[in-house]
């Protein structure tokens, strides 16, 4: 016995030199399960780890038909299929960015679909401002566009915005899709189709016009455009298709989770004084960053002079025209000597030698920030 014990010693190394036999099979016993037990265990689901074999992922499928703004895709085209199948599943599997999509639509399509109704155009341009901005207010492009609907500044101005050192109507949600709109339909009526215009919207509709020129086709589908151009169509079609069935892609969100419209009232008032916005806030009984926040359109930390729209919190809009007349210096109300009108060669320097308002008290009062100023211009002398 103590031989055998011995023989099988290099099995058991932790074991002592001499063991009874019941005690010497119970400890091979154990440590062969042991030993098993290493080798199995990890892999199993039961101990939190599913099986080394990766998750299957599905490719979604494209619907066999699909239309923007009434007007078909050409699938059958390979190319076409392969361009939207590209946007369609960047999109779809873009789970964080999908959910917010639905989320923020919650908040703002009902006023798009409302405009879009109004006006007889599409339902699908809404999915258009997704593509541009995912419904966030503030972003900005390389470009200089701004906005939920991205406008450059000079066409924002043509489309009727105000955009200057106090006010950049662009981050104004209501103004900026009524401009969007007007944009929208004016690009229709040039170009012919709905297709087309959003391509125009996208790059711009002098070089639009200028490619189908050269190419001699009026065709979306068959136009040679810059690659942002060519993959936007694509991508607005690839949100719809997403956004009109999103349960069909994994994406269930209950109703509570959705964002909803804010309660506020809009007032359009008018100031002649440049007055601060904390004191503002503090008269409507809110505070400074619920009045910024609501009121993106407005720069800087006074209000603008001048006509313009304002977002207040529900309930306080009646109380708005009389705080503004209330903190507006009696001095500011139309007296003579308020304003100089810039002339063809001032400068900041001369007006100042003119009036007796020394330089940097103009430019703070009417928010210049550099030293340019234009013929016609009108500048507050007081504030």
Not at 51 to 59: A, F, G, N
Not at 74 to 83: A, I, K, N
Not at 249 to 267: A, T
Request: aromatic share 10%; hydrophobic share 40%; glycine share 6%.
């Amino acid at each position: 016995m103590p031989t055998l014990v011995y023989r099988w010693n290099w099995l058991l190394p932790f074991s002592p030199p001499v063991q009874t036999e019941p005690v010497w099979r119970c400890s091979i016993l154990f440590r062969i399960i042991l030993i098993g037990l290493l080798w199995i265990l990890p892999n199993h689901s039961l101990f939190g780890q599913e099986s080394l074999i990766p998750p299957r992922v599905t490719d979604f499928p494209l619907p066999k038909t699909v239309s923007l703004c009434g007007e078909r895709m050409p699938l059958e085209d390979r190319r076409v299929w392969e361009m939207l199948d590209r946007e369609f599943t960047i999109s779809v599997y873009d789970r964080a960015q999908v959910i917010m999509w639905m989320k923020r639509a919650g908040r703002y399509f009902p006023y798009i679909e409302k405009k879009l109704a109004e006006a007889g155009m599409p339902d699908d341009l809404k999915y258009l401002a997704l593509a541009e901005s995912a419904l966030i207010g503030y972003v900005r492009s390389r470009a200089g566009a701004k906005g939920y609907w991205q406008f450059m500044a000079r066409t924002a101005r043509r489309r009727g915005l105000r955009k200057d050192r106090m006010v950049d109507e662009r981050l104004h949600f209501e103004l900026s899709t009524e401009a969007a709109l007007r944009h929208l339909r004016y690009l229709k009526k040039k170009f012919g189709s709905w297709t087309l215009a959003m391509a125009a919207y996208n790059c711009g509709e002098s070089r639009l016009k200028r490619e189908i020129k050269h190419q001699r086709v009026k065709d979306y589908y068959r136009l040679n455009l810059p690659v942002e151009t060519e993959r936007y169509i694509f991508r607005i079609a690839a949100i719809k298709i997403i956004m009109e069935n999103p349960e069909d892609f994994g994406y269930h969100l209950p109703p509570e989770r959705i964002y909803k419209p804010l309660e506020v009232d809009v007032v359009r008032v008018k100031s002649t004084a440049r007055l601060h916005l904390s004191d503002v806030a503090e008269a409507l009984d809110t505070d400074f960053k619920t009045l910024k926040e609501l009121n993106p359109h407005i720069l800087g930390y006074h209000l603008p002079t001048g006509r313009f729209y304002m977002k207040v919190p529900a309930g306080k809009g009646e109380m708005l025209p009389a705080v503004i007349a209330r903190l507006t210096p009696a001095r500011s109300l139309h007296r003579s000597g308020t304003y100089y009108v810039v002339r063809p060669g001032d400068t900041l320097h001369r007006i100042s030698k003119k009036t007796g308002v020394s330089v940097a008290r103009l430019k703070d009062i009417n928010g210049i920030r550099g030293s340019l100023i234009r013929a016609g211009q009108k500048l507050r002398l007081h504030p």
